[in-house]
Each structure stands twice: as C-alpha cells, then as structure tokens.
C-alpha cells in the first residue's frame, strides 16, 4: 500500500527538482550583402532579443531533426548539417536548465520571411555577429566556432 502524499509534500517535491529542457539551433554559414563569410543571427520580437536560432524538441524528436526543423522555422532557410559545436547549458527565463546541442549548418534554398517568432534575420561576420548577439550563452558558442573556424 503506497502512503498518502500531501498537497504540500508533492508540490515541494516538485519544485525541488530541476527540469531540463533539450533544444537544438545552428551557426548557419553564408556570407552577408558584400560577399564576407557570415553567420545568421535572428531577432525575436518576444524577447526584443538577438540570438541563434534554434527551438525546443518535439516529444520524441532527435536532435539533428529538431535543430533543421527549427532552423527552418525561424530562417526559413533549408538546411544541411555540418560538425556538432559544444553544447550550451544556461538556465531558461523560467528558471529551467536548458541544455541547447547546435551544428553549423549551410543553407540548400529557402528564404526569410518575418513572421510573429521572428521579425529579422542578419548575416554577420562573427565580429559583428559577437556584437549584436544578447546573450553570453551564444557570444561563447560564436567565439568557439570562429576560432575553429
């Protein structure tokens, strides 16, 4: 017979333990307007924020298909991928550890079209890109990708 659990007792349980979410995103590689090697950066108006783009798995979902599929989402860029970088650990805006496994990627076809999740995209070269970027979490991964080139 299992013992009775309070209300109390679970939602302590609960919030004591430390949810993590998987994602995955791409360094996708192209060049900018002049014809220099660049990688795309995206603004989410959600957040007013620049990053990379990438998303949340699907229940289920790998992780190489999940960083294509929401690559294309945000870029609206097919993809293909390259060499997996480091992945990047950083708690989420609602206190969650996210862990967040990215390739570089190069684009097949497609093209942006701003939509709610986001309103711009931007080639950049990596010093301009290390610039622009808001978060640490992705300054580190561009600055690891740029010095292995």
Do not use: C
């Amino acid at each position: 017979m299992e013992a009775a659990v309070s209300q109390t007792d679970a939602v302590l349980d609960v919030s004591e333990k430390q949810v993590e979410v998987q994602a995955a995103g791409g360094v996708l590689i192209g060049t900018d307007d002049r014809g220099r090697p660049a990688i795309a950066v995206v603004h989410r108006p959600r957040y007013d924020d620049w990053s990379l783009p990438k998303g949340k798995l699907d229940d289920g979902e790998a992780h190489e298909a999940a960083a294509i599929r929401e690559v294309e989402e945000e870029t609206g860029l097919r993809t293909e991928l390259g060499r997996e970088l480091p992945p990047v650990e950083y708690l989420d805006r609602k206190g969650r550890r996210k862990v967040v496994r990215y390739w570089v990627m190069r684009p097949l076809g497609g093209a942006f079209i701003a939509n709610d999740e986001v309103d711009e995209l931007r080639w950049l070269p990596v010093a301009e890109a290390l610039d622009i970027l808001s978060y640490a979490h992705d300054r580190e991964l561009v600055q690891a990708f740029g010095a292995q080139g």
